[in-house]
């Protein structure tokens, strides 16, 4: 077992499917030498060499439907999209092009290519650099979508992801890349579609993903001084989603509360709320509520970024009102 | 037009320079610019009879060049194709059979009838389909490209797509990209004059689309598109250069639409006498006088119409797609 940063830990993962398989190659803005803006793609130069980490212009739009064409004939390409901001350029070869090819060619070919970028508010970045643009994504049938926040996850869902024969858009968090954690030795490979139960608990069910989880369980621990038993169950990935977890977990508990960074106006947390309502709702105490971003562009100040992302105390707050 | 038909400096080796092209090739052009002529004319009787739904875009009086391209390209080459496809899957090798059944929406389709003619295609010819979007394919094509170079084969991608895509910015990037990579692949840009209505003096102030190459280190060439065998000469050049490894080339290859955009756009906005020029110098016509002695051509055209009914009368006893088997392969 070994302590990694998030970013080394999705270094390591690029690093073994690379090695494993001839086939994969990464594709990206300053991901050579310079390693990625977040270092996640350190070293693949030197040890893969250029025909398969490939530093390309800045022109998202074709390099990402130059995956799809890669992907088309048999290559396991790993494109890094710096912001997911910048995924708003690419959106054509996304939701037009890569979800839609395996369904309309009638099966005849797949698109096994996975988008990295990465997202999240917290460093003065602003409006353009700071998005959590998921609901985007989940929203197109035929994509799924994957959003890590331990190291361990990262790892095992990344080198998941590439093995996957459809289109993953995979959405780290720029707050993560330096945070620690376990990554066990050897082949870590997390699958998709199964949430994590981070902390076990008896009172509410936090329903949350990516950095949020991080914000849950502290939330969890202050709440459990208080006598407040909180399960936190990390989804992990949005889709393929783990319905059975999450309506376990509120049927147990009867009072679910749904936490993410994205602005709460169409989130997935709308969506899940209304699938634990509709699925589970003799089970429940009370309604599903929802903890999100503010209906804002993202701005430049620090006092006023902070306060358009859940913090610790709005998640206390939320479950002091359920219980 | 010459009569004889000869290949210029660099051509291919079963033709060496100044050699007549061979009998079997220029019969194979002639075989799917006939087809596809007959396959769009059929496509439009069987829309107006129903038996057709959505968009359809036929590719009438563009058919040469389809034909010419696909004439220099191995089976295992890939080519990307657009909305005004019916040409390109041809000339890569379809089964007019399984076309016409996808084009009308049934099981037995290239694709299950869940594509229809603008999402068409045949993946055991390498064809890797149609698009809905202008442009969309050209950097799905550039990336086929790349997947060849990361793969180490010697194969090229063909990307067709037109005057109008190329006033779309994933034109320029990819351009960009494949020359700066030095990528196997042959654009070719059929200029058709017309971007759905907006005629091409109203949609660029560059009058001559195969300038736009250089601008990317990609050579540009433009070439009669109405006359198949000097398509085929320029793309064999750039398939073997592509092959050689020594990257992109640009290929305009200027036409004229015979019609509208679409099935139900009458193209009442298209220059009359432009277009008289243009149907005087008709694909097959220009392909039926390189082949004027050629007794095989009556043959071939015979085999196309049996081929062609035969297509019709398998598109309309292919089943409609199962309503219950559609909905139990939706996971959630």
């Known amino acids: ?323 | 037009m010459k009569e004889e038909v000869t290949a210029a400096g660099g051509g291919p080796p079963d033709a060496a320079a100044g050699a007549p092209l061979d009998r079997g090739l220029l019969l194979g052009i002639y075989r799917n610019i006939y087809a596809t002529r007959r396959f769009e004319l059929q496509c439009i009787e069987l829309y107006r009879e129903g038996f057709i739904r959505g968009y359809l875009h036929p590719y009438l009086g563009e058919e040469a060049i389809a034909a010419g391209v696909c004439a220099a390209l191995r089976r295992s080459d890939y080519i990307v194709s657009t909305h005004r496809g019916h040409g390109h899957c041809i000339s890569k090798g379809a089964d007019l059979k399984r076309m016409m059944a996808e084009i009308m929406g049934r099981v037995d389709g290239y694709c299950a009838g869940r594509g229809g003619s603008m999402h068409i295609s045949s993946r055991k010819d390498n064809n890797l389909g149609a698009n809905g979007i202008v442009g969309g394919g050209i950097p799905i094509a550039t990336g086929a490209a790349m997947g060849i170079k990361v793969k180490g084969t010697d194969q090229v991608v063909v990307d067709f797509f037109s005057d109008g895509a190329s006033n779309n910015g994933v034109f320029a990037e990819s351009l960009n990209l494949a020359g700066v990579f030095r990528l196997p692949i042959v654009y070719v840009l059929e200029n058709n004059h017309y971007a759905v209505s907006t005629p091409i003096e109203c949609s660029t102030g560059c009058c001559d689309l195969a300038g736009r190459g250089p601008a990317f280190g990609v050579p540009g060439v433009c070439v009669d598109g109405n006359d198949a065998v000097q398509v085929y000469q320029e793309t064999r050049r750039a398939v073997e250069r592509a092959r050689r490894g020594e990257g992109p080339t640009l290929i305009e290859a200027k036409t004229f639409r015979h019609g509208g955009h679409h099935i139900n756009d009458p193209g009442l906005y298209m220059d009359a006498q432009k277009l008289a020029e243009w149907k005087a110098r008709d694909p097959i016509l220009l392909m039926r006088r390189v082949l004027a002695e050629e007794p095989a051509v009556a043959e071939i055209e015979a085999r196309v119409d049996r081929e062609l009914e035969a297509a019709v009368a398998f598109g309309k006893n292919s089943p409609e797609p199962s309503v219950e088997e559609f909905l139990a392969a939706i996971s959630d």
């Not at chain 1, 070293?43 to 212009?57: E, I, Q």
């Open chain 1, 1 to 323: 077992m070994a302590e990694l940063m998030y970013r080394e830990a999705l270094n390591r993962a690029l690093f073994e499917e690379m090695e494993r398989d001839p086939l994969v190659f990464v594709m990206g803005e300053t991901i050579g030498e310079r390693g990625g803006s977040y270092k996640v793609t350190e070293g693949l130069l030197k040890r893969f060499g250029p025909r398969r980490v490939v530093d390309t212009p800045i022109a998202e739009a074709s390099f990402t439907g130059m995956a799809v064409g890669a992907a088309l004939i048999g290559c396991r390409p790993v494109v890094e999209i710096l912001f997911i901001d910048f995924a708003m350029l690419v959106m054509d070869q996304i939701v037009n092009q890569a979800a839609k090819y395996h369904f309309i060619s009638g099966g005849q070919g797949r698109v096994p290519m996975v988008l990295r970028t990465q997202g999240g508010a917290g460093n003065g970045l602003a409006a353009q650099h700071s998005q959590s643009l998921e609901a985007l994504f989940y929203h197109v049938p035929g994509l799924k979508v994957v959003m890590p926040a331990t190291p361990g996850d990262a790892c095992g869902l990344l080198k998941a992801a590439i093995r996957d024969d459809d289109p993953v858009i995979f959405i780290e968090h720029k707050l993560l890349y330096m945070t620690k954690g376990e990554v066990p030795d050897g082949e870590v490979l997390v699958p998709l579609g199964k949430a994590d139960v981070k902390k076990a608990g008896r009172d509410v069910s936090l329903i949350t993903y990516s950095r949020m989880t991080l914000t849950c369980l502290e939330a969890a621990a202050a709440l459990e001084k208080e006598g407040i038993s909180v399960e936190v169950v990390d989804l992990r990935s949005l889709v393929p989603l783990d319905k059975e977890t999450i309506l376990e977990s509120a049927r147990r508990t009867g009072r679910v509360v749904v936490v993410h960074e994205a602005a709460r106006r169409g989130g997935v947390g709308g969506d899940i709320a209304a699938m634990i309502m509709e699925e589970a709702y003799d089970d429940l105490d009370g309604p599903v509520v929802r903890i999100a971003g503010r209906n804002t562009p993202i701005p430049y100040n620090l006092n006023i970024e902070k306060v358009c992302i859940p913090s610790v105390e709005d998640v206390i707050e939320g479950v002091l009102k359920l219980v």
